[in-house]
C-alpha cells in the first residue's frame, strides 16, 4: 500500500487539459519536493517534473507540476494521444528515511 | 551520454542469492547518489534503496532492509545491489536510477537504466 495517494485511472480527450492528484503527508510531499514520473508501456520511468513544479530540458512545458500542503499535483494540457502512460508522483519522507512512490495513474486518452 | 546498464537479474529459488550491476557511463559517478528501484509484474514503482555518491550514506526499505546491500565501486563506475534470502514477492523488473543533482539523495531520478528482470520461484 503506498503512502503517496494517487487515483488510479484519469482519461481526456484530445487537446483537453488533465489534473492527477497525489496526496501524502507533512513528512513526505508538505516537508520534500515532489517530483513527477511518467512510464510508456514497456519502459524504463522518465523525469517529467522535478522539485514540485520544474520541468528538465526537453520535456514540453504542456506538463506542469504544483503543490499545496500535502498535496501536489500534475496538469497535462493539450492532450495528446502519445501522452498515454502511467504517472507516478513520488518524494522523500523524512519519516522512513527513503523515497515513496504513489500508486501511479494509467492516463487514457480517449 | 548518460548511460545506465543493469545486469546480473534471472531465476532464483526462495531463499537463494542474485547479485545486481548498473554499469554508468557519461557523468561523474562519484559526485551523484543512486538508487535501486523495482516494479512487479503489473504493478507499481517501489524504492529499494539509495547510496550516496561517496558511499558514506545508504538507506533502505523496510521490505528489504537485512537482506539487501546496496554497494558502490566508483573506481568502476558501478552500484551493485546484493540481495540474499530472496522471497517470491522480491520478484520485480530492478531498475538502477541517477539522482538529479550532484551530492543528493533526496531528490529526483533524472536517468534510469533500462532494468534487469529478478524472478524468485521454485
Known amino acids: 500500500q503506498s503512502v503517496l495517494t494517487q487515483p488510479p485511472s484519469a482519461s481526456g480527450t484530445p487537446g483537453q487539459r488533465v489534473i492527477i492528484s497525489c496526496s501524502g503527508s507533512?513528512?513526505?510531499?508538505?516537508?520534500?519536493?515532489v517530483n513527477w514520473y511518467q512510464q510508456l508501456p514497456g519502459m524504463a520511468p522518465k523525469l517529467l517534473i522535478y522539485g514540485d513544479n520544474q520541468g528538465p530540458s526537453g520535456v514540453p512545458d504542456r506538463f506542469s507540476g504544483s503543490k499545496s500542503g500535502t498535496s501536489a499535483s500534475l496538469a497535462i494540457s493539450g492532450l495528446q494521444s502519445e501522452d498515454e502512460a502511467d504517472y507516478y508522483c513520488a518524494a522523500w519522507d523524512d519519516r522512513v528515511s527513503g523515497v515513496l512512490f504513489g500508486g501511479g495513474t494509467k492516463l487514457t486518452v480517449l | 551520454e548518460v548511460q545506465l546498464l543493469e545486469s546480473g537479474g534471472g531465476l532464483v529459488q526462495p531463499g537463494g542469492s542474485l547479485r545486481l550491476s548498473c554499469a554508468a557511463s557519461?557523468?561523474?559517478?562519484?559526485?551523484?547518489?543512486m538508487s535501486w528501484v523495482r516494479q512487479a509484474p503489473g504493478k507499481g514503482l517501489e524504492w529499494v534503496s539509495a547510496?550516496?555518491?561517496?558511499?558514506?550514506?545508504?538507506y533502505y526499505a523496510d521490505s528489504v532492509e537485512g537482506r539487501f546491500t546496496i554497494s558502490r565501486d566508483n573506481s568502476k563506475n558501478t552500484l551493485y545491489l546484493q540481495m540474499n534470502s530472496l522471497r517470491a514477492e522480491d520478484t520485480a523488473v530492478y531498475y538502477c536510477?541517477?539522482?538529479?543533482?550532484?551530492?543528493?539523495?533526496?531528490?529526483?531520478?533524472?536517468?534510469w537504466g533500462q532494468g534487469t528482470m529478478v524472478t524468485v520461484s521454485s
Open positions: 557519461g557523468f561523474s559517478f562519484s559526485s551523484y547518489g
Open positions: 547510496m550516496s555518491g561517496g558511499a558514506i550514506s545508504t
Open positions: 536510477a541517477k539522482e538529479y543533482f550532484q551530492n543528493s539523495l533526496h531528490d529526483a531520478f533524472d536517468m
Open positions: 507533512i513528512s513526505n510531499i508538505e516537508t520534500n519536493t
